[in-house]
């Protein structure tokens, strides 16, 4: 199975952090029809999500982005346009780091 491991580091705090974490899962769940289930923390917040062929895990903390993802079989065969499309989107929503 193969899995992406994408990180990204920012400026924003971690109430920043949070802010474009839940905007990257509502385009999670309506884009791509993930369920997402979240765990808010003291200094960092955990996202599990998953759908058919796809899970992962997106960690927020006040200075770090870190999200993993395994593909499943059919997906794998694309997982370097899925990992490009992923950190482009990343770099959209966080913006650029100083």
């Known amino acids: 199975m193969p899995e992406l491991n994408i990180q990204r580091r920012h400026n924003l705090g971690l109430n920043g952090a949070r802010a474009v974490a839940e ?48 593909l499943g079989f059919l997906l794998g065969a694309y997982s370097g346009k899925i990992e490009e499309k992923i950190k482009a989107n990343l770099d959209e929503l966080l913006g650029p780091v100083a």
């Open 23 to 70: 905007r990257w899962r509502d385009q999670a769940e309506q884009e791509w029809g993930m369920a997402c289930e979240s765990e808010p923390g003291e200094s960092e917040d955990r996202m599990r999500f998953s759908r058919s062929g796809v899970s992962g895990e997106l960690v927020v903390t006040d200075t770090r982005f870190d999200l993993q993802l395994k």
